[in-house]
């Protein structure tokens, strides 16, 4: 294990379908963040868990969200009834203890493309 | 709530030095993190100020002081493959919280 992997790196769906990203973070690492990132923009905080435990859920993210990590080591992330305004590329990133070096280890990205 | 202001771009020239401002709003404060991402890349870690001064990495430098809200990433003698965007991100309550970021344009 090398790095943070997400799946799919890609997905195209049409309006209205649910979709569904996970992420396999670093396998000593027990904080998760899920980040979205539109052209030209940074990262966007969506939300993050400590082990099994979600801390905070972004305030902007809709109820259509939804993120889970069950047993504490990956994550997913669901959107339910996507529409258009969701197209955009979802990063996951994992980090060892408390984040006190800020020091977050990115993945490739999910790029979803809504129609 | 928190804020990030930085740059939207900055121009410079190959083997110059420059500097990328970012100035700060926010509570629970614990640190300045910078991070450079390439044109379809992820972003990746260069560099934490937790404490007040200058941290130096190779040809990268960043600088916090707590009591402006402000911080700077300075990167020297710049090569051709420093061009990416760069986005300053606040530790907030251990929560990461990122810029819009700079975008860096590199003149041969």
């Known amino acids: 294990d090398t790095g943070v992997s997400q799946d799919p790196r890609h997905k195209i769906t049409k309006r209205g379908q649910n979709v569904t990203f996970r992420c396999d973070p670093i396998?000593?690492?027990?904080?998760l963040y899920w980040y979205r990132q539109t052209l030209g923009q940074g990262p966007e905080f969506l939300t993050y868990f400590q082990n099994e435990a979600q801390l905070e859920k972004s305030r902007l993210l809709s109820d259509r969200f939804s993120a889970e990590r069950p047993k504490g080591s990956f994550s997913t992330l669901e959107i339910q009834r996507t529409e258009q305004g969701d197209s955009a590329m979802y990063l996951c990133a994992s980090s060892f203890g408390g984040g006190y070096t800020g020091e977050l280890f990115f993945g490739e990205g999910s790029r979803l493309t809504v129609l | 709530g928190q804020s990030l202001e930085q740059p939207s771009e900055v121009t410079a020239v190959e083997g110059a030095i420059v500097q990328i401002n970012c100035t700060y709003q926010?509570?629970?404060?614990?640190?300045l993190s910078w991070y450079q991402q390439h044109d379809g890349g992820a972003p990746t870690f260069l560099s934490y100020?937790?404490?007040?001064g200058l941290e130096e990495t190779g040809r990268f430098s960043s600088f916090l002081s707590r009591s402006d809200s402000y911080g700077y990433l300075l990167l020297q003698e710049l090569q051709m493959k420093d061009s990416a965007s760069y986005f300053c991100?606040?530790?907030?309550?251990?929560?990461?919280?990122f810029g819009k970021g700079t975008r860096l344009h590199i003149l041969p």
């Open positions: 991100a606040v530790n907030q309550d251990d929560k990461i919280i």
């Open positions: 396998s000593e690492h027990n904080r």
């Open positions: 100020n937790g404490l007040d």
């Open positions: 926010t509570s629970g404060f614990y640190g």
